[in-house]
């Protein structure tokens, strides 16, 4: 059943989406002065990014802008990859990186910037500094995690009150680690999943040791909630985003790119480029439960710094396969097109403008970091690049005449200016189309594949109580079928207790 979207308060907030530059509020100081040794850089030399002129600017932006897909077709160009992967891939994009400096308008060497969060893999972003500090966290015994109710949702509030929200102010700012991750309901939804998971971990763990002393049992429910978050990030998310095989390749080999004897550095190559494909992925629809089951992403934004009504509890059911059944909402393709909702960016004014659009955002920046360009590190990865052929092919199989006037402007702006985006893809752009040629939008491609595993390989082997250093650890808690190998992330929202919620399911 399909209901209309349910009265919000008007409250004048800048609302803050994905792209938008931040500031320092609502992390503790000592997070911040912790922070100050982990830096941004590169993996390849940046001489071959694009220079930042004015022209170049408005040649980004016009190709941004001209991402945007076809709101007629919109559905249609569905990957093999169910959405819930893009929200995890967000949850870890703010547990691992943090920008709050670099500015779009002026060219900058991504060395000089701080990555304000630390790139550990270690769940910081839930933990915050631990009991001991973030206290406002914790119950009272400081061993688990708060979470707070929601209110009573449904035609005449018949869905009751139940313990599916982030704990909240009075002023409905959540009471998190990083306060990003109350900026969508898919991602709030994963946070609260996670609590779940780490306080279902400790009551496991009390049953199986009574006797364990409070702060013993904290550290000891901390180690195996990071390491089951570690195992589904390598063995569910990332080998469903750059294969098994290439997965498999990096372990036995280990990182190249960013060797274990060298110190690590978050590449912007990463950060402002290839792991961005999610982007691409958003769908314009999803279902988000049996009673809101086909309405706009951007609803997901409806309840930032609210209470969330208990309609609104997120069905990740709807978005995972879970025990057989396929998830309803399957993300986009990682293609060269975005969902058209992302021309519209929570918290920008009306009118389709270049501040508005992410892919223009993602493209300008990409040359105020310097980020080097897709040909010229494919050349440095030892792969060959993409022809100008594929660059320009279309990404539509049967095209409608609207998406025949889409690819012609695209071609148009690559080829301009003696073909400077041709010869110069900047590194974003030129890793959807690899994914879009070589897979088609259901995986990414080796340029982009290289980048995102090698990256997430090396945070692995480094990560504090990280299951890569202990190769007898398994998965023991949520594993469904006896193999602790096939511990996935669907088992780890049952065990939390978040697949499956009475009255939404």
């Given at each position: 059943m399909e209901t209309t979207q349910p009265d919000v308060p008007e409250v004048k907030i800048k609302r803050l989406a994905h792209g938008f530059r931040r500031t320092m509020f609502g992390f503790s100081p000592s997070f911040?002065?912790?922070?100050?040794?982990?830096?941004?850089?590169?993996?390849?030399?940046?001489?071959?990014?694009?220079?930042?002129?004015?022209?170049?600017?408005?040649?980004?932006?016009?190709?941004?802008?001209n991402m945007l897909e076809d709101p007629a077709t919109a559905g249609t160009e569905n990957s093999t990859i169910e959405s819930g992967y893009t929200y995890f891939g967000q949850f870890v994009d703010h547990d691992i990186t943090l920008d709050v400096d670099s500015d779009i308008d002026v060219a900058r060497d991504a060395r000089s910037l701080i990555n304000y969060r630390t790139p550990n893999l270690e769940l910081d972003s839930v933990y915050g500094d631990g009991p001991g500090v973030d206290s406002f966290l914790y119950d009272s015994e400081g061993v688990k995690l708060l979470v707070a109710d929601t209110v009573p949702g449904g035609a005449d509030n018949t869905i009751p009150i139940m313990p599916f929200d982030l704990q909240r102010n009075i002023?409905?700012?959540?009471?998190?680690?990083?306060?990003?991750?109350d900026e969508n309901l898919f991602v709030a939804q994963m946070h609260m999943s996670i609590i779940k998971f780490h306080n279902a971990v400790v009551d496991a763990i009390r049953l199986e040791e009574p006797a364990l002393a409070p702060d013993k049992l904290f550290v000891k429910a901390q180690t195996e909630v990071r390491r089951h978050y570690q195992w589904v990030l390598m063995h569910d998310y990332l080998k469903k985003i750059i294969g098994s095989g290439s997965v498999d390749e990096l372990l036995a080999s280990g990182p190249k790119l960013m060797?274990?004897?060298?110190?690590?550095?978050?590449?912007?190559?990463?950060?402002?480029?290839?792991?961005?494909?999610?982007?691409?992925?958003?769908?314009?629809?999803?279902?988000?439960?049996?009673?809101?089951?086909?309405?706009?992403?951007?609803?997901?934004?409806?309840?930032?710094?609210?209470?969330?009504?208990?309609?609104?509890?997120?069905?990740?059911?709807?978005?995972?396969?879970?025990?057989?059944?396929?998830?309803?909402?399957?993300?986009?393709?990682?293609?060269?097109?975005?969902?058209?909702?992302?021309?519209?960016?929570?918290?920008?004014?009306?009118?389709?403008?270049?501040?508005?659009?992410?892919?223009?955002?993602?493209?300008?920046?990409?040359?105020?970091?310097?980020?080097?360009?897709?040909?010229?590190?494919?050349?440095?990865?030892?792969?060959?690049?993409?022809?100008?052929?594929?660059?320009?092919?279309?990404?539509?199989?049967?095209?409608t005449p609207n998406q025949v006037q889409l690819h012609e402007r695209t071609t148009e702006i690559l080829r301009s200016n003696n073909n400077l985006l041709l010869k110069r893809t900047p590194l974003w752009y030129y890793v959807l189309k690899e994914a879009e040629v070589m897979n088609q939008g259901n995986q990414l491609g080796p340029v982009g594949g290289s980048i995102v595993g090698e990256v997430f390989i090396r945070l692995l082997k480094q990560s504090k109580d990280s299951f890569l250093n202990d190769p007898d650890w398994r998965p023991r808690f949520g594993v469904t079928d006896g193999d602790p190998n096939s511990f996935r992330i669907v088992d780890l929202l049952r065990f939390a207790g978040t697949l499956n919620i009475p009255g939404i399911h």
């Open positions: 911040v002065e912790n922070s100050r040794a982990d830096r941004f850089g590169y993996l390849f030399d940046s001489r071959s990014s694009i220079s930042y002129t004015p022209e170049n600017r408005k040649l980004l932006e016009d190709l941004g802008l002023n409905g700012k959540a009471i998190i680690g990083d306060p990003r991750n060797p274990a004897n060298k110190k690590f550095f978050m590449p912007v190559e990463f950060s402002v480029a290839a792991y961005r494909f999610g982007h691409s992925q958003i769908r314009d629809n999803y279902r988000f439960n049996q009673v809101f089951n086909n309405s706009e992403f951007f609803w997901a934004f409806t309840f930032t710094g609210r209470t969330v009504p208990s309609d609104w509890i997120i069905n990740w059911r709807s978005f995972f396969t879970v025990d057989g059944i396929p998830a309803e909402n399957m993300a986009r393709k990682i293609d060269t097109r975005v969902a058209f909702s992302m021309g519209q960016l929570p918290g920008s004014a009306p009118g389709g403008s270049f501040f508005a659009t992410l892919s223009s955002r993602n493209l300008v920046r990409s040359i105020a970091l310097k980020v080097g360009t897709g040909k010229a590190i494919a050349k440095k990865l030892g792969i060959t690049p993409l022809t100008d052929e594929e660059l320009l092919r279309s990404p539509f199989a049967n095209p």
